[in-house]
């Protein structure tokens, strides 16, 4: 189930491309008959406390930095790379390569236990090798446990046709196992994998991750406040916020992909219920001229909706949603249209991954999806209709990394404040 056939309009994140098979399985077959995987992704509640630094273990007991300054238990600051300072501040000027008893093997990367060094190909003393180098490895008969090791049963799965129901709640119960019981530091999300370019939002992408980081690391800005998430998709950014913050509208187009993003933040009202926020997923079409209020409509606005928006928002938030310049163009529309109508002043979180690509049209390596959401950021800021004001600005600096995921450079983070004149 984990093998992804590719066609020509298909679209895999590079988060779910690293992430381990272990971490995501499949779990149903939505309303479009798409497969639905469920991902863990652990919050790192701790990295605050930990060395901004990538440290690995040193030989003599303590840490190397990974930094050019390389420090062990015990040793003073060296200021050039790449010497090592091991357990009481003594210099090792080679690899880190002990031998049993602490004394130092100057050889090939090679380990020795008392052995007589020799002239044959390196080799661990512990790895069993038969005559021809190759590893020697012990093979088990089926049903021998007098090891104790077994080998775990390999059941059937039964996939279930979702309904399309949104009120099916986080779908199949937890077996009471405490792997799947709630976890304040566990975020569950239900995606596709290798989707159409029109179903992108039913997948997890960096630059998601990298709003929640942003998010997490400025607990004291977005505590308490009413957020607006254009382009939820999943709505894994929205459950990050309502950690923080007190109310969040979580809204996106389709009615697959909201019925998703309803299950998602029902999985995760565990982490909501501890803060006593709220995450209201609603439809918001970009392409649309205003919000729809028709009651007959799945995850329609009240009227009482609107206008806690337009009278409590005062941040609004969206995660690498410019992929199409006709969609860029209707965002930037949105977000003029809600932010000139927000009666408090409001700031605007907009990240996204700059991806390049070759193209016939052009013979080069170019980012046209890029480009184009710079201009309209560019233009947000140029603009003069008496009514609004806009600064944009890049957010920069070191962010703290609350997620297991690869942080290319090529992820961007822009805040735009908006104020009427």
């Known amino acids: 189930m984990d093998n992804v056939t590719f066609r020509m309009d298909t679209v895999l994140s590079d988060v779910h491309l690293l992430l381990p098979n272990a971490r995501h399985l499949m779990a149903r077959l939505n309303a479009a008959s798409q497969p639905v995987f469920v991902s863990k992704f652990k919050i790192l509640w701790d990295v605050e406390e930990k060395e901004p630094a990538c440290t690995v273990p040193c030989p003599g007991g303590g840490e190397e930095d990974a930094s050019a300054h390389r420090l062990c238990e015990g040793g003073e600051e060296d200021a050039c790379a790449p010497r090592l300072l091991c357990e009481g501040g003594e210099e ?54 007098s090891s104790g090791w077994r080998r775990e049963r390999v059941c059937p799965l039964i996939l279930t046709q979702a309904s399309g129901d949104a009120e099916d709640g986080c779908g199949e119960e937890d077996d009471g196992n405490e792997e799947d019981a709630p976890r304040q530091d ?10 159409p370019l029109e179903d992108v939002g039913k997948q997890i992408w960096r630059g998601a991750f990298l709003l929640a980081d942003f998010i997490l690391s400025r607990p004291a800005e977005f ?31 389709g009615q697959d992909l909201l019925n998703m993003c309803q299950r998602n933040i029902t999985i995760n009202q565990h982490l909501t219920e501890a803060k006593a926020s709220e995450v209201r997923v609603r439809q918001l079409d970009w392409m649309g001229n ?15 909706e609107v206008a806690h928006l337009h009278d409590e928002t005062s941040l609004i ?14 965002l930037f529309r949105t977000l003029y249209r809600i932010t000139s109508n927000l009666r408090k002043p409001s700031t605007l979180y907009l990240s996204i991954e700059k991806r390049l690509n070759f193209t016939l049209r052009h013979m080069e390596v170019t980012c046209e999806a890029y480009d184009h959401f710079r201009h309209c950021l560019q233009e947000l800021g140029d603009m003069e209709d008496g009514r609004m004001q806009y600064r944009v600005e890049r957010v ?26």
Not at 396 to 421: D, H, I
Request: with cysteine; hydrophobic share 35%.
């Open 92 to 145: 090792d000027a080679s690899p880190p390569r002990l031998c049993e008893g602490g004394e130092e093997d100057a050889s090939p990367p090679r380990l020795c236990e008392g052995d007589e060094e020799d002239a044959s190909p390196p080799r661990l003393s512990h790895t069993p090798l038969d005559d021809d180098g190759d590893l020697d490895v012990a093979r088990r008969r089926p049903g021998d446990a």
């Open 223 to 253: 505590a308490g406040a009413t957020v607006l998430e254009l382009g939820a998709g999943t709505g894994f950014t929205s459950v990050v916020m309502a950690t923080q913050a007190k109310t969040v509208y979580c809204t996106d187009v």
């Open 396 to 421: 920069l600096g070191p962010v703290p990394q609350f997620f297991q995921y690869e942080r290319v450079e090529q992820l961007e983070l822009w805040r735009v404040t908006a104020n009427q004149k």
């Open 186 to 195: 566990i975020i569950r999300i239900e995606h596709t994998m290798a989707t």
């Open 290 to 304: 205003d919000f729809c209020t028709d009651a007959e409509e799945a995850f329609a606005w009240t009227e009482e």
């Open 317 to 330: 938030i969206a995660a690498d949603v410019c992929y199409d310049d006709e969609l860029t163009d209707a």
